[in-house]
């Protein structure tokens, strides 16, 4: 008696198969890992620059509290221009510069406006837009002129 196989049944081999799909396998988890470092190297550049304006935030606030923290009369250009950068910044940011303008503004109301600018530059050498923070000054009898 002669035994039938019947087609589906059989097993077919064919060779090299292995070889390809290994050889596929290869190719897409490569292009996983590529991807996958590159998303891992742009996250610590935008990580890097979240601390740098981090860093640079408080200090524009700090000096902007030790600016306005000056009686009204020693409020000026002069006085200052003599404010510098924290250790922290100077190491933390690459070339900072710092501006600060003390202007007096005429009006119904006797004011100073101070601006503070820091500027810095990123990791390609470019100088980011600057950090601006603006605050009035005003001397106590100007704001109420009858409490004399």
Do not use: F
Request: glycine content about 4%; charged content about 25%.
């Amino acid at each position: 008696m002669e035994r039938s196989t019947c087609v589906p049944c059989r097993v077919v081999r064919r060779r090299g198969s292995m070889i390809v799909e290994t050889a596929i396998g290869i190719v897409i988890a490569t292009i996983t890992m590529i991807a996958v470092a590159q998303l891992v190297a742009l996250l610590a550049r935008q990580r890097d620059e979240i601390a740098q304006m981090h860093l640079a935030t408080h200090e524009t606030a700090n000096i902007m509290e030790r600016v306005m923290r000056l009686p009204w009369d020693e409020l000026t250009a002069e006085a200052v221009a003599a404010i510098a950068l924290s250790p922290e910044v100077t190491k933390g940011l690459t070339e900072p510069e710092l501006a600060i303008s003390v202007q007096p503004q005429e009006g119904p109301v006797l004011a100073k406006e101070v601006e503070i600018k820091l500027t810095w530059q990123d990791r390609s050498g470019r100088r980011v837009q600057p950090l601006q923070l603006v605050a009035w000054k005003y001397p106590h009898d100007s704001i109420n002129p009858e409490a004399e």
